[in-house]
């Protein structure tokens, strides 16, 4: 099908490429008038491209390594978390299809030169970055869904131990063009062309194994650093500091015990990888909005410009609470969602994660609300005792009335690759050997 | 595929028809016989379309539901297999087989003509009142396509292109469920446009066979896929079965394989040494 609206432009193309009719004369001759001189410095035009930055564009996350990329690195202002099908008719077409993934993911996060080709054939690539792709702190983060080990006897018996398909929650209205998956990738990035990019790439060359499922595209609004470099944590579209409470993402320690899944009862090639869990929650911004200031602070138990704890709210956002003095809640209530979410008892130790989410914006609604809310995204190194504890916790929390969960999944996100190894290897070699 | 045409025909200008012009440089020489051997294709086709939508468009003039119904789908089959030529002609691929949503007011849009006009009022309405007009038109737009088919030189990028504009057309439209939306015979469709790039394809392989042994090796092997996943969809009468039937781990085969044939075929072009 061709509309003819296409027919028309092609046509005054066509007709300006060679020369013909008074449309294609005048359409040349302005441009001889008009175009401003390419020598000369002139002042900026309405299209030029915004000034980037050479550093930032320069930044570039180490690709391999003992985890993968993406999940304790520091969260750049841009991400697209995109959920396909696997098509794999073997072992050695998974295989096959891990290789190239590792190849591209490597290829594009550290950037480089984009190989010329014949140009009577298609292009290399989509050109959006250029002639040479800058790193731009750009990391692309695999996750296997349960959907894939289940559906392959090859991969039988591998499945990490707590890998589970999604299952709605009391809030949720799950909409399954949002849902679940065989296969993740996360990809972050400074700029959001940076990402769209990369997946572009990723969708043209793997078109063979990958069936895009759904995909979500989310930001974080950057703040201009302190003196000592530093900045603060993000704010979310309900205009809350979000991540003030998260682990220490430096405390290697910490990092191994909360986020990277080990343990005797995982299997042997899962160690270092980690279980990601991704919720798409709208946010019901315009009702929020009309909701007065202190409700909103004690629905999450923070106040709302510098985030710190009810208890202290002169302190910083990285105060914790201190719950033993307040055991009926009447400073920080005990629905509030961070005494919920952990309530700061030995026992709740087992239960963290590290949350590193992104807000969206899709566009309006047919009642004509925005379409904005939190692509949530955690890791953890035991999905059950982790995500699926604390949102059982949850539930029925006040936030309800101002978010619904429509989408998600939970993945693996696979251990990390070693110099001229590919990601994935470990399973792959488990399978070849069961 | 318009801007192909308009673009070759730049060419035709200047080089003073495509005959003389496009075809008389190496390698296009090679390409003589098999862009023949396509016109006929394309010609045995029209000829089909034109007789095939008479007779559904007499079922439907007749008030005969059960008839047309049953007519419908095979009767598109010759438009689907050449619909990269079909498409040149865009004010008629416009009335012959826009669906409801290339328009604002979707069905209910004067402008909604075509197979899937007649197909909404035989699925939705459940009746032939009001489709003996686009019946007629139908078939005279269909007449004059075969004429106008018959009487064009057709242009070699297009021809060698078709193979990956057919599979860009599953993967845009068919893909999803969306090209039959009411009667759901999409695998019909599906068939002939695989069946149509294929037909291309093959024309073109022996001349670039020895170069390219791995490329066919591929390509062969995803058609054959994409044909064994087909097969399972045959319903007795040697048509398809509902898309509903289509499975998702089917669908996302076919979607792979559509994707991967797209990126393949969409090289033929500059292998055969057409920009
Ligand atoms: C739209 C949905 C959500 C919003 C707007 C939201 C927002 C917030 C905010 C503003 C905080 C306080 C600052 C901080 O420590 O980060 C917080 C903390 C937290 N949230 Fe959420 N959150 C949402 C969903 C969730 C979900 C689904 C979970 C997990 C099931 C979760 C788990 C946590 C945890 C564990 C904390 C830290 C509590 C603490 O250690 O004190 N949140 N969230």
């Known amino acids: ?414 251990p990390g690759a070693a110099v001229g190894d590919y990601l994935g290897a470990s399973l792959v070699n488990a399978a070849r050997r069961s | 595929m318009v801007g192909h045409y308009l673009k070759t025909t730049a060419l035709a200008l200047a080089l003073g028809g495509w005959a003389t012009g496009a075809m008389a440089a190496d390698p296009s020489l090679d390409l003589v016989e098999p862009l023949a051997e396509y016109k006929l294709y394309v010609a045995e086709n029209t000829a089909k379309l034109v007789e095939d939508t008479t007779a559904f468009t007499d079922a439907v003039k007749a008030g005969d539901v059960e008839k047309a119904k049953s007519l419908f789908a095979p009767t598109r089959t010759s438009y689907e297999k050449i619909e990269p030529i079909a498409e040149l002609f865009s004010d008629l691929d416009v009335s012959i087989d826009a669906r409801a949503d290339d328009y604002e007011q979707a069905e209910q849009d004067p402008d909604f003509t075509g197979f899937h006009r007649i197909e909404y009022g035989l699925w939705e309405q459940g009746s032939t009142e009001g489709l003996a007009e686009y019946a007629d038109k139908l078939l005279a737009d269909v007449k004059e396509l075969d004429a106008r088919i018959n009487g064009l030189t057709f242009p070699p990028e297009v021809v060698v292109g078709g193979a990956a504009v057919l599979m860009e057309e599953v993967a845009a439209t068919k893909i999803s469920g969306e090209e039959d939306r009411y009667s759901r015979t999409d695998l019909w469709d599906f068939d002939a446009n695989f069946e149509g790039a294929e037909k291309i394809y093959e024309l073109l392989r022996p001349l670039i066979a020895d170069d390219e042994a791995d490329f066919t090796a591929k390509v062969d092997g995803n058609f054959a896929a994409v044909d064994e996943v087909l097969e399972k969809y045959r319903s007795a009468d040697g048509g398809f079965v509902s898309y509903e039937e289509l499975t998702d781990t089917d669908r996302n085969a076919l979607s792979a394989k559509v994707n991967t044939l797209a990126e393949d075929l969409a090289t033929l072009r500059g292998k055969l040494g057409l920009g």
Not at chain 1, 92 to 105: K, N, S
Not at chain 1, 391 to 413: D, H, R, S, T
């Open chain 1, 1 to 414: 099908m061709n509309d003819q609206g296409r027919l028309s432009t092609t046509r005054r193309t066509l007709l300006r490429q060679i020369g013909l009719g008074a449309l294609g004369g005048t359409i040349a001759g302005s441009i001889g008038i008009h175009a401003r001189a390419q020598d000369a410095k002139t002042a900026p035009q309405v299209v030029d491209a915004p000034p980037g930055h050479a550093e930032t564009a320069a930044q570039h996350v180490p690709f391999h390594g003992r985890h993968q990329a993406g999940i304790l690195t520091p969260r750049p202002a841009s991400g697209i978390f995109a959920a396909f099908d696997v098509v794999v008719a073997s072992l050695d077409d998974f295989e096959r299809m891990l290789r190239l993934l590792t190849e591209r993911a490597a290829f594009l996060t550290q950037g480089g030169e984009v190989p010329a080709r014949d140009p009577k054939l298609p292009p290399a690539d989509s050109g959006l970055l250029g002639p040479v792709i800058a790193p731009d702190n750009l990391t692309i983060t695999l996750g296997l869904g349960a959907s894939l080990f289940d559906r392959h006897d090859w991969l039988a018996g591998l499945k990490p131990a707590r890998l589970q398909r999604m299952v709605q929650f009391p809030n949720d209205a799950l909409d399954p063009a949002l849902c679940h998956g065989d296969l993740s990738l996360q990809f972050c990035a400074n700029l959001p062309d940076t990402n769209i990019h990369a997946l572009r790439d990723i969708v043209k060359n793997l078109s063979e194994f990958l069936v895009l499922r759904w995909m979500i595209e989310g930001s974080v609004p950057p703040v201009p650093p302190a003196p000592d470099g530093s900045t603060p944590s993000a704010r979310n579209f309900l205009g809350f500091r979000d991540g003030s409470a998260n682990p220490d993402a430096n405390d290697a320690a910490l990092m191994e015990r909360v986020v990277w899944t080990h343990g005797p009862d995982e299997p042997e090639w899962a160690h270092g990888g980690s279980y990601q869990a991704v919720r798409v929650i709208r946010n019901f911004v315009e009702r929020w909005d009309r909701a007065p200031l202190a409700e909103q602070e004690r629905i999450f138990g923070r106040t709302k410009m510098t985030g710190a704890p009810l208890d202290a709210p002169r302190a910083s956002e990285y105060d914790v609470p201190d719950y033993a003095a307040d055991p009926d809640g009447a400073t920080t209530p005990p629905d509030s969602h961070i005494r919920l979410a952990n309530p700061r008892t030995p026992k709740s130790e087992r239960n963290l994660m590290l949350r590193r989410p992104f807000n969206y914006s899709r566009g309006v609604l047919r009642n004509g609300q925005l379409d904005q809310g939190l692509l949530f995204i955690a890791y953890q190194a035991d999905l059950e005792a982790g995500f699926i504890a604390v949102q059982n916790q949850l539930n029925g929390e006040p936030l309800e009335e101002y978010i619904k969960p429509v989408g998600g999944g939970y993945f693996f996100a696979l």
